[in-house]
């Protein structure tokens, strides 16, 4: 989804998310691996995905229609 919004001309807006995704994926592996080991680094990394996709296509919809 990244990719699109770079496509329909929203770097910007994929730029702060980016950034703001590798902090929170700091903070998540830090918290989850403390939690529960190398398997909580998984975890924390298939949630965020999930998260920011989720958020990307959200807001690609919502500015393209």
């Known amino acids: 989804p ?3 919004l ?3 001309n929203k770097v910007k807006f994929s730029l702060i998310t ?3 995704t590798l902090i929170l994926q700091i903070f998540l592996d830090w918290v989850f691996l403390v939690w529960y080991g ?3 680094i998984a975890y924390g990394t298939i949630i ?3 998260i920011s996709g989720i ?3 959200v807001y690609l919809i919502k500015t393209t229609a």
């Open 55 to 57: 958020g990307f296509w």
């Open 38 to 40: 190398i398997i909580g």
């Open 2 to 4: 990244k990719d699109m």
């Open 48 to 50: 965020l995905y999930l």
């Open 6 to 8: 770079v496509a329909v």
């Open 18 to 20: 980016s950034i703001a």
